[in-house]
């Protein structure tokens, strides 16, 4: 008795297809995160002005003609900067977030998949290392090694990588006792298969828009170092840079230091409606899986 | 004759957001529910009974909306109701039982709340006198300890027990209508005897009007008056219970009823083939596996060794090349736990295996890659046995990469041959799991076991998820596939008649030990021990009376007392 045709089209007895559909501050964050990512790939090419011209002779003189935001306390373009260190802003924190969503989902799944006290270890030395204040911690390895910006995005990277680390651990341990890791175990396949391939892609959605909360934080995080001064260091900026170095202007009515705030504000919400519609999502694909 | 309590005239749901053209969930449905009545709704997994029982509660799954129709219960439509009204209605004047009981109780909260909770709710009575009757309907329900079981939390009782507490949770409040989803597809047998009884008289005595939704006739037949069949969302037939299993008119009600029982079908395994493989087995007396005195159990092992919960006790067994050996049992008699430590999966702490004359190792990190490939082992449900982000193509394949050691081409055409074997179209090696029915699932799940070339499958409750017709076809591949590669099969079940179907030896487990073993034919008619007895005769047959027969039956039979527990359900 051959089964050849497809079975007949579902009867709302199995759950619809999970997609991935975007609401209206979903598709409002996606135009904002296009808009920055447009800026930081082709800003410096467009921009009126480079990093370090100056155009004023005044500080925080107002806005002109091609002058479009007004100097920033040294007498440079304020829009140009902000165009031109989109790239760096938006790219450490990129790279930082790769790193910790790659080293926290490894090592979550793998110490999900082993269990025992290899789990145990690793769980216990990764809780040290998130048991203390990012900042505080950040600050002492930037005081202590100086801030290059590899080692800036190293660190971030494996400080947030001890939160996913918990996530992809949870995750992994509800996969794991699934019945097809099982079939892979009794054929006898070892971690490095059973991690890559049949826990992290069922993993893998939940990540991904944990990733996406993550890289709003990056970019705050080191705009924070910068603002404190251990981030990013002259002739480079990021938008925490120019935050910092054009608060004295707030006393004055300047709102140059504003700007570049409402650049980070921007982007981060925008990431985050965006991640916000992508964990709804998931969370109807994990319960489709559970029910 | 008082007025119907359910009338559904002429009713069609459809999904809000279907294409035009495709077809309705349910059409055309007309159906009344007389005072005192119980009304089954029989069909497969998509016929829609689900759908319309839940309609009676004014209920749609979110998708669906309702395209013509009524659904008047007391003479109201209750799909038309808004959110008090329907709140008014449910847990007051129609109840739900529900499939799973271990679900529908919350974890947190004490038995007696929840059972008293819809009277409390909809403030019929007050808490002293809800207590009252939560008493009344834990007696009459035949539930152990009446004055403290409400006390309890739901993890604390047993399944059975949980099943008849749903029942009280949802008799409580006096309701004119109760819809029983499948109530009993998730227990035992032996449990399953009880709880019918329990619902039946309950139903009786209080003269309610009951929608008995199930996939199984055998088991409708005892506690319906009428039977609705449905196939795709249409009523293919309707009618007095009797009526339908005498006489039935429609050629699917025949399928149903053929593939539901008579309970025990001895007779389809051949007598021509259990001879043929009788003389196999005189020539071939070394057993492809065979194992002694296997202890194993789970939990912190204590001071002598021994695990906190022993599953398996001395369980010893011999599979010879060519043959099916049954193994049955009920929940908690270690059959689960006998698959996984042949496979390697648990490790055993006592006993021996062999594999032909090689000696297993107790977990898979020592045994060899080709005795992983010789002894494989099939999971019940399909849908968590298979990858969902894996191709079907993707999971055969690489089990022929890595077991057999092809790759390319040749893997390809393997895995196109194994298709074809389990009778599935070469094109659905590029498909996923979800894209899948239940039935082709359970048939990629075997292709799986069977790429590797395995001397032995060991088969764990495959068709227990499935549907009766479903369930049927994939015994039939077994029987194919086991007369076609000559396979020696381990066919653990709770399914008495999937196990009649297709092993000629059977071992009988309780309590993690094997009360009894030998020939299948020989079992089932003269069982030997009690438990056996009792097991055989819990199987449902497609007779009307046959509920009350067996439970007379069961009073006679003597059990021994440790035994009498093992089945108090």
């Known amino acids: ?291 | 004759m008082s007025a119907p309590i359910l009338q559904i005239e002429d009713l069609v749901i459809v999904a809000e957001k279907a294409a035009p053209g495709s077809p309705p969930i349910v059409t055309g449905i007309n159906l009344t529910v007389n005072p005192g009545e119980v009304v089954a709704l029989i069909g497969e997994s998509g016929s829609g009974k689900t759908t319309i029982a839940l309609s009676a509660l004014g209920y749609l799954r979110p998708g669906l909306v309702r395209r013509r129709g009524k659904v008047l219960v007391n003479g109201a439509d209750v799909l038309s109701f808004d959110g008090p009204t329907l709140r008014a209605l449910r847990g007051n004047r129609v109840a739900y039982v529900s499939q799973s009981a271990a679900a529908g109780f919350n974890p947190g909260l004490t038995i007696g709340e929840q059972v008293m909770e819809p009277v409390l709710e909809h403030r019929l009575a007050p808490r002293h006198r809800a207590q009252e009757r939560a008493l009344e309907l834990f007696q009459e329900l035949g539930l152990p300890d009446v004055q403290r079981i409400g006390s309890r939390y739901p993890h604390e009782v047993s399944g059975g027990q949980l099943q008849r507490l749903m029942a009280a949770m949802a008799m409580g409040s006096g309701p004119d209508l109760i819809v029983f989803d499948e109530p009993t597809t998730a227990l035992d047998v032996t449990t399953q005897i009880s709880v019918l009884m329990s619902f039946k008289k309950l139903i009786r005595e209080r003269r309610t009007a009951a929608i008995y939704v199930s996939h199984d006739l055998a088991v409708v037949a005892q506690i319906a008056d009428r039977i609705v069949v449905l196939l795709d969302g249409e009523i293919q037939e309707a009618g007095a219970t009797s009526q339908i299993i005498s006489q039935p008119e429609c050629d699917y009600t025949r399928l149903l009823m053929r593939a539901s029982g008579p309970g025990l079908r001895t007779a389809a395994v051949p007598a021509s083939s259990s001879r043929r493989s009788k003389t196999q087995q005189d020539t071939t007396p070394l057993p492809v596996l065979q194992a002694s005195s296997l202890v194993a159990g789970y939990g912190p092992k204590g001071a002598d060794g021994k695990h906190a919960l022993q599953a398996l006790s001395k369980v010893s067994l011999r599979l010879y090349r060519g043959r099916v050996l049954g193994v049955i049992g009920e929940s908690g008699s270690g059959k689960s736990t006998l698959a996984r430590v042949l496979a390697g999966l648990l490790p055993r702490t006592g006993g021996e295996l062999l594999l032909g004359d090689q000696l297993l190792s107790p977990g898979i990190e020592r045994r060899s890659k080709d005795q992983l490939r010789r002894v494989q082992i099939v999971f019940q449900s399909a849908d968590t046995a298979l990858n969902p982000k894996h191709t079907i193509g993707k999971l055969l394949g690489r089990v022929v990469q890595h077991l057999l050691g092809l790759s390319g081409q040749a893997c390809r055409e393997k895995v196109a041959s194994i298709l074809e074997m389990v009778q599935l179209p070469a094109s659905f090696a590029d498909r996923y799991g979800q894209e899948l029915s239940g039935g082709q699932k359970q048939r990629v799940n075997l292709a799986r076991a069977l790429v590797a070339d395995p001397d032995v499958i060991i088969c764990d409750e495959v068709t227990s998820a499935l549907d009766s017709v479903v369930r049927e076809q994939i015994i039939e591949l077994l029987h194919d596939l086991k007369r076609r590669l000559g396979l020696s099969i381990i066919l653990i079940s709770h399914d008495i008649s999937t196990v009649a179907a297709l092993a000629e030896d059977t071992l009988v487990m309780l309590r993690g030990e094997v009360v009894e073993a030998g020939p299948t034919q020989d079992i089932l008619s003269h069982p030997q021990h009690a438990y056996t007895r009792v097991l055989i005769s819990s199987v449902p047959q497609l007779r009307t009376g046959w509920l009350e027969e067996a439970v007379a039956k069961r009073s006679v039979i003597e059990l021994p007392p440790g035994l009498r527990d093992a089945i108090a359900v």
């Open chain 1, 1 to 291: 008795m051959a089964e050849s045709t497809p079975p007949a089209p579902s009867r709302g007895d199995t759950l619809p297809k999970a997609r991935f559909n975007l609401t209206w501050p979903g598709r409002i964050g996606a135009a904002i995160i296009s808009f920055w990512l447009v800026v930081a790939v082709t800003g410096p090419f467009l921009a009126p002005f480079t990093l370090a011209e100056f155009v004023s002779d005044n500080g925080f003189a107002a806005a002109k003609g091609k002058i479009l935001l007004g100097a920033d306390y040294l007498g440079r373009d304020l829009f140009s900067r902000i165009v031109h260190s989109a790239w760096l802003t938006i790219g450490m924190a990129t790279v930082a977030t790769l790193i910790a969503t790659s080293v926290g989902s490894a090592l979550g799944i793998f110490a999900a998949i082993k269990g025992g006290w290899v789990d145990m270890v690793i769980s216990r030395v990764v809780d040290t290392f998130h048991s203390f204040p990012t900042l505080m911690l950040g600050l002492v390895i930037i005081a202590a090694l100086g801030p290059s910006a590899a080692l800036l995005i190293l660190m971030t990277g494996l400080i947030y990588s001890t939160s996913v680390f918990r996530i992809a651990r949870a995750l992994g341990m509800d996969i794991t006792v699934m019945d097809f890791v099982q079939v892979a175990r009794a054929r006898g396949e070892h971690v490095g298969w059973i991690l890559f391939h049949e826990v992290l892609p069922n993993a893998a959605t939940p990540l991904v828009a944990d990733f996406g909360i993550r890289l709003s934080f990056s970019i705050l995080f080191l705009s924070s170092l910068s603002f404190l001064g251990l981030g990013v260091q002259p002739p480079y900026a990021d938008w925490g840079t120019l935050v910092r170095e054009n608060m004295p202007g707030l006393v004055g009515g300047s709102p140059a230091s504003v700007y570049p705030a409402l650049a980070i504000a921007s982007f981060t919400i925008g990431l985050n409606l965006v991640a916000d519609d992508f964990a709804a999502s998931s969370g109807r694909a994990i319960a489709g899986k559970i029910a």
